[in-house]
Structures are given as C-alpha cells and as structure tokens.
C-alpha cells in the first residue's frame, strides 16, 4: 500500500489511525512517508486539499472506517466542489464483515459517491496497485477532484508479492486537453471583433498563471478574477479589476454588465458570480474555456464553447491575436476605478478591513493566504489578493467554515519555508481549534489572524438587511474564549488586539518571526461587506453602501 | 427550448455500484426517469442501460454530459438524435370470467401478436412486444376483461444505423464534442 503510494511520488500524508486502518500505519512505522497526525480527520481532508492546492501534488489523506471515513465528508465535498486533487484511503471492517453492521461500519463508498470524482473498495489485494494508480491518474487530470478508496482490513493485512507497474485501462475516461482548433479560431475572431471583452479567471486557471500573463500582456485586455481565480493572476497588476460576484468590486460588476465579450478560462460560472442569470451580462458573447465539457452552457450559455486544457487552448489563442484596441473602454473602466477604490470608514474602533489591508501591506500579498469562511474572507478577497499562483487557498463552492486552519497546514507542509497567514472570523475558527495542536507540533511559520466582531458576522449582515435586524443566534462574544490564552494553551505565541496603534507594531513584529501565532483582532461588530448583489438579484443591482463615491450617484449601475 | 422524450442508452463497465452511480445521478440532478431498463452486453464487462427521459432539450445534452462523466461510463447516446428502433416487452395476467372472454381474448392477441403464455382456469397470462403504443393499447383492450397484473420492461433501443460522425450522437472522438454535435430538429 505505502509502497503503491510512494511509487506515486507521495512524501506526506495527513490522517488520524484508529482500528480498522492499523495495517497500514504499522506499515508507516518504517515508511519514509511523512505522516502529519491531525486532531480531527476533516481537518486532514482539508489539509490535503491545501496541499495540492499549494503546491499541485496530489493530497493525500488517510482515516479509520466508520466515524473517521464520515469525518471525512465535508473534507472531500469542499475539494469536490473546489476541483481540487486528494486521495483519501479509509480503512474498513474486514470483507467478511462488510455489510453486516458491524463496529465501526459504514457504508462509506456509498456516502462518499456524490462527492468525489470516483472511489473504490478494495476486494481484492491483487488490484490494489491498480485502483492506486488509477485513483491517481483521475484525482490529477482532466477536472481535478477527490478520489476516495476504502480498504478493508483483511486487505491490508494480505501479503502482496505482485507487479506495481500497471496499466491504466480507463475506457470511459479520456479527458479532452487539447482544444478544437476551429473553435479556437472562432474564440479569436470573437474577441477582436469585441470593442468591450473582459477575461474572467476562475480556479482552473491556476495551473496556467504564465498563460494567462501572456496573454493578457499581449491583448491588454480586463481582468476579473474569481474567488477561486485570485493568484492566477496578480491581484495587483493595473489590468486586474478585481473580483466579480455578490461581493465583488464594482468595477468588475459594472465591466460585466457593460461588456460585450466575456471570455471565460477555467471557471464554471457560479450563482454566486452571476447572480440572477437573466441580467448577467446582457450584452455579450460568451466564449467559455473549460476542461469540463459539462461546466459549459451549463447555467450561461456559451456562444463559443472551447473544450481544453488553459495550458493548450490559451497559447494557441493568443498566437491569433495582437494587441486589441481598447482605449475607449479602458477610460471607462478606469473612471469606475477611480470613482469606486476600495475604501471603509476608520472612524470608529479598529475594523476588519483595515487589519486585513494591515496584514496585505505588511507581506505584500508575497506570502500564502488561507481563508475561513465569512465576512473576513470577502473583505481578504478584496484587500489581500495574493500576487502569485496557487497562493490563495479558500474554500469556494462549499463555503466550508473551519477549512482555513488546516488549509494552512496543508500549505505550509506544500511550500516550506514560505509565511502562511490564516484570516479568519471568531465562529469559523472555532469549527476546527484542535489544529493548533498540529501547527504547534510542527511549529509551522502561520500567522492565525482572527478579525473578532463577536459575531457570525456574515449570517448578522443578511440578518440586518433582510431579516429585520432579528439576530437570530449570531452572538458569540458572550462565550468566546480568550483567544490569546488558548493559543498560550496550545504552545503557540497568542496576542489579543483592541486598538490600530497596537496592531500596526504587532503585525510585523510577528511576521518577521517566521513561527506560529495567533492575533485576535477585537473589531467593530457592525461591519458588513459592500457593494453586495443581493441573493436573486442581478449584478447591476448591487448595492454600493460604502464603496459609494463621495459625489453620491445612484445605487444601481 | 422544446420539450420533448428521449430515450437515451448508456454503455458502462460492469463495476461495483456503477448502476447505483448512474441513479444516483439522476436523484442529485433531479432528472425524471420514466423507465429504465440494464442488461449485460455482447461484449464481456459492459452493461447498457437504456432509459426514457422527458425533458429540455438543454436539460438532457446537460444530463448527457453528466453522465458521460462517471469513470465508468463509456458512451452514451440519444437516441432522439438519429433513427433508431425501440421495443419494451410486457407480461400481461387478465382474468377469464366467462368461456366466451377466453375466445375473445385469443383473437385480440392474434391481432396484435401476442402469446399466451400461461393458461389457469380464471386466468390467461400474455407476452407482448413492440413500441409503447402497442402495448399501451393492449392493456386498454384488456381492461374490459379485468387486468390482474403486469409488467413492462421499460424501452431498450438500438441506433438502425451506425452512427454517421456529428449525426447521431455518437461521442467517440473526444474531441470538442459540445462544438461540433448538430442535433436533429
């Protein structure tokens, strides 16, 4: 099993033992794997996650049958819905006793079946090395995903003198990398007909940041990134406008609705991107890059559908094209830039944007950024998009609180030696707080940044807005713990921050440290993210609030 | 966007818990299947599913391409999109009340060809195969003497020729297959 795993290049795995995977952590004894033992086997699938995210190896994780393979689920529906490479092996009750309820027993390939790109049971040792490689060949190509295999324990335990080398025989699944060539060609003829195209980026372009850069250096031509697309493209560079969406920026949203070509790369046009699909961008051809044919004309429908790898289908369509003539749009834009930057009062206590922009300044945007889920992590979106590929690790699709912590466990073990800075809220940090044993264990360079508004502040934010300002169970400061103390419980340097003087000495004095800490950041608890589309409304709707210029105009593009 | 049937084939390898993939598809994306119908192949290791579908036709490329995903699929054709034949196969108990319904009974299935296949002293039991409308007007034909039971296979279909490239479904190629498939009005 080891053996298959090293044969596949794996140098370390993320896991939790218990009974019915013992084999295989006996085997581990004497492996030269590296086994990180994380406190809560979901805080292991995320990890792996975070791994490949970071470094594009293959994750792996492995956990016990029954409550550990369950403990796994939400681990695996987050790099499911993410597209991100993990292979997770869970060990199970011996054959002989599968199916009968046995301790310990669950049915965890059945469980697992909706979230993962494809999983096994093991019934025989004799296709063991085969399922591996296989498990493999499909977590890493085509549209990544997790790959679940579940060993029973008899399996483990049987002796296995056969052929590692095999071949993979996958009639049914033969990814298309290389695109169309007539489509290619339509895709260009499409963009230099446009006056007013925009490239949006999503997750799928991380693996083709250089592409990307080459292309829009020859076309100079817009940039919006995604939540998942931030990195692929420099959050910083003067042709990015940001990210698009319910909490995007309102020069991405305004490009949207003004634009007359989107070509899209690597993304799958989520609800959360496009609000309301009948007022997305109502004027514009629609050319959709994807390696899934499935993602395309699935909820926007492509005019120019181009099936492919971004790493093949972006060089060929650049070679196409020059430069385009865009100074009429790009004035455009810029006014909208310049009307709408990125700002938030300062005039009350120490608020979550300006610690996020702290941290951003501080490192700039150079390090690796993980994100809890919440206000924090729009308002890190926004003020800390990172500049480099695959250094942006937040759970999208899902929306997984307690995804950041162990993300960065995953990015620290993927990219040694690099600063790790974890943003999060006061609720979502808790939903994982066991791993400040695992970053303790291993003294890995994070930087825990909790921006505390005592709140579930998103869940308050749409409780204001659209429930009345009935706080139904967001309040959490009356039971928080004392961050800085339980840090110093774990072993880990731990710092509450009330005031901004406070936090712009502390911010660099930490990072400079290189060792693990956690800062809680006392905030304003009232704070909500702007602009914001409202659910089911369109991307023109999107209300301002205090984004708006100060020459006041409407609230709707 | 027009709605309408398609009966559609899935060729998939004989793997543990590939057809529960393929319902569970159909659960999670909320298609609505009206008949559905698995056997072995010719070919050692493959199973076709074929099933009848009610839907956009967007909806259905959509549910195409979803199931052409699995890993274990290997093809899967509309049929809707080229000609094909089609049969379901239905077994049929009626009660004999009264000797005369006997002799009436044998004539209508002389008509439509269908055998008995079982014969009890208050019971005739019929096979019967063709297209749904035939056997939809069997049972109607039926009801008068009083149907005790039935079952239906459910549609299995075959393209009647082989699929010509951007015609009938076919998606062998791989290759841009959202681009290049023409569909039939």
Redesign the interface.
């Known amino acids: 099993m080891l053996k298959a795993l090293e044969r596949q290049g794996v140098t370390t795995v993320f896991g939790h033992p218990g009974g019915a995977i013992m084999p295989i952590y006996d085997a581990l004894y004497d492996s030269p794997i590296q086994h990180v033992l994380v406190r809560h086997e979901q805080a292991g699938a995320h990890a792996a996650d975070a791994y490949y995210r970071a470094s594009g190896r293959v994750g792996v994780c492995f956990a016990t049958s029954g409550p550990g393979a369950t403990n796994l689920v939400t681990g695996l529906a987050t790099a499911y819905m993410d597209s991100s490479a993990v292979v997770a092996v869970t060990g199970n009750v011996p054959l002989s006793l599968i199916g009968t309820d046995a301790f310990q027993e669950a049915d965890v390939?059945?469980v697992t079946?909706?979230v993962t790109?494809?999983n096994y049971?093991v019934?025989d040792v004799r296709d063991l090395p085969r399922i591996l490689a296989e498990a493999f060949h499909?977590a890493r190509t085509g549209r990544p995903g997790p790959v679940l295999v579940d060993v029973p324990k008899d399996i483990q335990q049987a002796a296995f003198e056969g052929d590692f080398d095999v071949e993979i025989d996958?009639?049914?699944?033969?990814p298309?990398v290389?695109?169309?060539a007539?489509?290619i060609r339509r895709a260009a003829e499409a963009i230099e007909a446009a006056e007013r195209p925009v490239l949006m980026v999503g997750g799928g372009a991380q693996v083709a940041a250089e592409e990307v850069e080459a292309f829009t250096r020859l076309t100079g031509i817009p940039v919006i990134t995604t939540l998942m697309g931030i990195g692929a493209y420099p959050g910083g560079a003067p042709q990015s406008l940001g990210m698009p969406g319910m909490h995007g920026t309102v020069t991405a949203n305004r490009a949207i609705s003004h634009c007359d070509l989107i070509l899209g790369a690597g993304l799958r046009f989520d609800d959360r991107v496009t609000g309301k699909l009948s007022r997305f961008a109502p004027n514009a051809t629609i050319v959709h890059i994807d390696i899934?044919?499935?993602e395309?004309?699935?909820l926007v429908k492509?005019h120019v559908?181009?099936?492919?790898d971004l790493r093949d289908v972006l060089p060929r369509l650049t070679e196409l094209l020059g430069p385009l003539d865009l100074g009429d749009w790009w004035a455009q834009l810029d006014a909208w830039k310049a009307s709408y930057p990125e700002r938030y009062k300062t005039d009350k206590p120490l608020v979550s944007q300006e610690v996020i922009a702290l941290l951003a300044r501080e490192t700039g945007g150079d390090c690796v950024v993980t994100t809890e889920v919440g206000q924090h992590q729009m308002f890190a979106a926004r003020l800390f998009p990172t500049n480099r590929p695959r250094t942006w690790i937040s759970s999208g699709g899902l929306g997984t609180m307690g995804f950041g912590l162990p993300a960065a466990i995953g990015a620290a073990f993927a990219r040694p030696g690099e600063t790790v800075v974890c943003v999060a809220g006061d609720g979502s940090i808790q939903m994982n707080i066991q791993e400040l044993a695992t970053v303790y264990k291993h003294q890995l360079p994070i930087v825990i940044a909790i921006t505390n508004n005592g709140m579930l502040g998103m869940v308050r934010q749409w409780q204001e807005m659209f429930h009345a300002q009935r706080y139904s169970e967001v309040y959490l400061a009356d039971s928080n713990p004392d961050f800085a103390k339980l840090a110093e419980a774990y072993g880990i340097d731990g710092y509450n921050v009330f005031d901004r003087e406070t936090a712009a000495k502390l911010v660099p004095e930490v990072l400079a440290r290189k060792k693990p800490a956690l800062i809680n950041f006392v905030v304003y608890e009232s704070e909500k993210v702007f602009p914001m589309v409202p659910a089911g409304a369109g991307v023109d709707e999107m209300i301002i609030g205090d984004q708006e210029a100060d020459e006041a105009e409407g609230v709707s593009a | 966007m027009s709605v309408r049937r398609h009966v559609m084939s899935v060729t998939?390898?004989d793997q543990?818990?590939a057809l529960?993939?393929i319902a569970?598809l159909f659960a999670?994306r909320g298609y609505n299947i009206e008949s559905l119908s698995v056997a072995q192949t010719h070919e050692p290791g493959l199973s076709r599913t074929t099933f009848v579908v009610t839907g956009e036709d967007?909806q259905v490329?959509?549910m195409q391409?979803?199931l052409?995903?699995?890993?274990?699929?290997?093809?899967v054709i509309d049929h809707s999109e080229g000609p094909y034949v089609d049969r379901e196969l239905m077994l049929i108990k009626v009660a004999v009340r009264n000797p005369d319904d006997r002799v009436e009974m044998r004539q209508i299935a002389q008509d439509f060809r269908a055998r008995i296949i079982d014969v009890a002293r208050d019971a005739l039991v019929f096979e019967v195969t063709g297209d749904e409308a035939k056997t939809d007007a069997f049972i109607e034909q039926m009801r008068t003497f009083g149907v005790l039971d039935l079952i239906r296979t459910g549609r299995v279909a075959l393209p009647r020729t082989a699929p010509r490239a951007g015609a009938a479904g076919g998606n062998g190629t791989?290759?841009?297959?959202?681009?290049?498939r023409s569909r039939a009005a």
Do not use: C, F, M
């Open positions: 390939t059945g079946l909706p790109k494809h049971l019934k499909i996958l009639p049914g699944y033969r298309t290389v695109g169309n007539r489509q899934d044919p499935a395309i004309s699935k492509a559908p181009v099936v492919g | 998939v390898r543990p818990g529960v993939r569970a999670r967007a490329e959509q391409k979803q052409q995903k699995l890993i274990d699929v290997i093809k791989g290759d841009d297959r959202t681009a290049s």
